[in-house]
């Protein structure tokens, strides 16, 4: 099969390297992808351009197609494709509004009784303020639509409240994304990210992930792509996994097809552990990154078998199979990153296969191109292991300006300590 990934990130970097496994998989192209992806044809264009990205992949004889990227998603690239005769992993556009609506995500939660914070919607700012005056602070106050991660403050008191829904609603900080809000009340406990394959109706779990949003060690700075992850999540529990799967995985894919929507692709799931069980704090019409990059590395079975199975809604007779070690990736980032940086700098690999995500050719040389360079994800028996040998791989690898976190899996080791006694 001649496959395209759509995206040029280290999530796609993981995907691509994945498929390239497979026995299926004669020829792999991303579009655009970056210079560090040796196992991919790179592709140029621009992922929100239907009509070039569908030209792209009839030029190329293209058989199957991965779109992992959320606008294009959003935008119905998956829908052009489809239509074109290219079949996709990845939701439609009609199925991707569970993450381009957070007011839609929400009220699909309420109407089939999944567990997530209390909230309210608004498109008014006096009426939204009013509400912001009455709440139990802290809480969450979130852009309706795609802001590139970044549509989500916590404010802890009215004033905070006041000036972040000033920014999104009026002064439009996310343009468009901001014109309706969601404010909550704010949950507490252990964040999880579960990645599931959805077929529609059947879901299957992969391994669960812990991320590590905040720029500096100690989860202090501003919030990024994110800075690494470590699979599997301690705090998710076999008896975890049950709940999550009878109140939340299922329910919200039969709700989507209920609502005529089936559910096609990977749909992520944010989950907070509160006091009275698993809340969803957020859906993913897609493939986490950086989870993704520790995810599939643990992955035993072939990658676009699962994808054929989604795509045909045989998931229920796909056997999908995941290591028991467990795996570490820490993301090396451009000086000043999630801040302004600068680009161009020379890398030296020191031999690690990693995963990049912000690299380009540049006189014949692999140089930086991105505030998130290159991910690098090693496995191990233990999570002890695969942290140290992923800091070991970290250490080899040179560029200016290079920094990342010093303790990526740290909360996790000391959830293992603690539930061991």
């Known amino acids: 099969m001649r496959v395209l990934v759509i995206g040029g990130g280290g999530r796609e970097h993981a995907v691509v390297k994945k498929l390239a496994q497979s026995p299926k998989v004669a020829s792999i192209y991303a579009l655009p992808g970056n210079a560090g992806m040796k196992e991919a044809e790179l592709v140029p264009g621009n992922p929100m351009d239907r009509g070039e990205v569908v030209g792209a992949a009839m030029r190329l004889r293209i058989d199957f197609a991965v779109v992992t990227p959320d606008d294009p998603l959003a935008a119905g690239l998956v829908d052009a494709l489809e239509e074109a005769g290219i079949p996709c992993f990845g939701p439609d556009q009609k199925a991707a509004q569970i993450e381009a609506s957070k007011v839609f ?6 109407r089939y009784g999944i567990p997530t914070a209390r909230w309210e919607a608004f498109d008014d700012l006096a009426q939204a303020m009013a509400y912001a005056k009455q709440g139990l602070f802290p809480l969450v106050v979130k ?3 795609l802001a590139k991660g970044k549509g989500v403050i916590i404010v802890d008191t009215y004033d905070e409240a006041a000036a972040a829904l000033q920014d999104m609603m009026a002064r439009k900080a996310f343009g468009d994304s901001g014109s309706r809000v969601v404010i909550e009340e704010m949950l507490e406990g252990p964040e999880v990210s579960v990645l599931c394959f959805a077929d529609g109706e059947t879901v299957v779990p992969m391994v669960s992930a812990m991320d590590h949003k905040r720029a500096l060690d100690g989860d202090r700075g501003l919030n990024t792509g994110g800075m690494g992850a470590v699979a599997p999540n301690p705090y998710y529990t076999g008896d975890v996994a049950e709940r999550a799967m009878r109140e939340i995985f299922l329910p919200t894919v039969r ?7 089936p559910f096609k692709g990977c749909l992520f799931f944010g989950l907070m552990l509160t006091k009275d069980g698993p809340k969803v704090l957020e859906y993913n019409a897609r493939l986490g990154d950086p989870e993704t990059q520790a995810v599939l590395p643990l992955m035993e079975s072939d990658l676009m078998d699962a994808m054929l199975a989604v795509r045909h809604g045989a998931l229920k007779d796909e056997q999908v199979v995941f290591s028991s ?8 980032c451009s000086g000043g990153y999630p801040g302004a940086f600068k680009a161009g700098f020379p890398i030296d690999a020191g031999g690690v296969d990693a995963l990049y995500a912000g690299a380009a050719m540049k006189d014949g040389r692999l140089v930086t191109a991105g505030g998130r360079v290159m991910g690098v994800t090693a496995l191990g028996d ?7 040998s992923a800091y070991d791989l970290a250490e080899k690898v040179r560029f200016e300006g290079m920094h990342f976190r010093r303790d990526i899996g740290a909360k996790a080791l000391l959830a293992e300590e603690n539930r061991h006694g």
């Open 143 to 145: 852009a309706d639509g």
């Open 255 to 261: 709700g989507m097809a209920q609502e005529g929507r």
């Open 325 to 332: 070690r467990h795996a570490c990736c820490v993301v090396l």
């Open 105 to 110: 995500a929400k009220g699909l939660m309420r």
């Open 382 to 388: 233990t999570l002890r292991d695969a942290v140290r």
